[in-house]
């Protein structure tokens, strides 16, 4: 009668693994046919370095799994190197990691079905078969399963590190042309001769906010990380085009604040708009508002280079009205209002909506707190008063 001791398994397991060793170009062969057939998002007709790693997998695989099935069935602490080769080059291939995975799945049914077919060729008990059956598929699903994992984790790894190569590369690049070299804009991914809008977006969604704006805007994309939430952006078009609406901005500044610079051609272009963007950001910054237009705050711009000197020159202009209380409020409102409406009472009522009379009364208020009339310093005033929004911004 036969038994089933752990030595009568132990030696089938053994004979098994030993007949598979023997088949197994035929058993490569078999896997790489269905591979092709059944999983064609792997692509390896047109890349001959990725079929002919995946035979090295197949074959590294097939090895390591049937020395421990005829030993002592443990999955080998590490996975055969061919196996993080083709990890690695599906990666740079850009095949995504689930036609990878879906290969050994296929490679897995093959030895499976072929292992059941030897066992059942055998002289064996059913108890016998059954055991042995139980035992080695328990086994190779075992090792497919650390293979499966650890072949995960280096696809993962790969991409990482491809990424921070791929994102270091593009930032080179970039800084390149701005600093004045020629670029060659295929190895960029964008191109340079072209209408560019250069941002600084800022936020957790500040890439994800880009990519939507460019795709409502209809333009092409240029994005650098700078942290994780600040990104350089350009957006680019072949053809001249207005100024991008605000609405298409404001749509996303929920997310998002973006710093703008003016529409601009050519490398020269990519350059001067980028340069505005920053000068935005830096303005931007002192604002509650979430879209900032460099042409919008051109002079604080170029007023904030010296943080200090700017605030000197605002309390000299503007005196006891920085002060935050509501009148001072209210009068540097009417003063903003009538050196923009050119020093025409009438108008600047229209925008307050408040009366010429109470116009004129607030201006005479104001010439009489700061000593001298409005019209003899309205340059400065007017650079006093935008200066003054920025640096001390109300609460949101």
Not at 73 to 100: C, F, K, N, Y
Not at 141 to 149: K, L
Request: aromatic letters at 6%; a negative charge.
């Amino acid at each position: 009668m036969r038994t089933t001791s752990a030595a009568g398994i132990d030696g089938t397991l053994r004979l098994v693994a030993g007949r598979l060793h023997d088949e197994i170009d035929g058993l490569v062969a078999t896997m790489l046919v269905r591979m092709r057939d059944e999983a064609p998002d792997f692509d390896t007709a047109s890349r001959p370095e990725l079929a002919d790693g995946l035979r090295g997998s197949c074959y590294g695989n097939v090895r390591a799994a049937l020395e421990a099935l005829g030993g002592d069935r443990q999955p080998p602490r590490h996975s055969p190197a061919e196996a993080m080769d083709v990890a690695r080059a599906t990666v740079r291939a850009g095949i995504a990691l689930e036609p990878l995975l879906h290969t050994y799945r296929i490679g897995h049914a093959v030895a499976l079905e072929r292992f059941f077919a030897l066992i059942e060729e055998l002289d064996l008990s059913a108890a016998q078969r059954h055991s042995a059956t139980l035992i080695g598929s328990k086994y190779l699903f075992a090792y497919v399963d650390r293979v499966v994992g650890e072949v995960s984790a280096e696809y993962a790894t790969e991409c990482q590190r491809v990424s921070r190569s791929s994102i270091e590369r593009r930032v080179q690049l970039v800084r390149d042309v701005l600093g004045g070299a020629d670029v060659d804009s295929a190895e960029l991914g964008y191109r340079l001769e072209q209408e560019h809008v250069a941002v600084v977006a800022t936020g957790p969604a500040a890439d994800a906010s880009l990519r939507d704006l460019a795709r409502r805007l209809e333009r092409r994309l240029l994005t650098v990380a700078m942290t994780d939430e600040t990104v350089w952006a350009w957006l680019g078009s072949s053809r001249r085009r207005d100024a991008c609406p605000d609405d298409r901005w404001a749509a996303l500044a929920d997310r998002t604040r973006f710093a703008v610079g003016e529409p601009a051609w050519g490398i020269s272009g990519f350059r001067e708009s980028h340069e505005q963007a920053l000068a935005a950001h830096r303005v931007a910054r002192h604002l509650p508002q979430l879209v900032t237009r460099y042409d919008d705050v051109a002079l604080e711009a170029a007023l904030l280079h010296d943080v200090g000197a700017a605030r000197r020159f605002v309390d000299r202009e503007l005196g006891p009205l920085t002060a935050p209380d509501a009148r001072s409020c209210r009068l540097r409102d009417t003063l903003g209002s009538y050196l923009r409406s050119g020093l025409n009472a009438a108008s600047t009522a229209a925008v307050l909506h408040v009366s010429d009379r109470t116009v004129a009364y607030r201006i005479h208020g104001i010439e009489e707190t700061l000593g001298r009339t409005v019209l003899s310093r309205s340059s400065e005033l007017a650079a006093a008063v935008r200066l003054h929004r920025v640096l001390h911004p109300p609460d949101p």
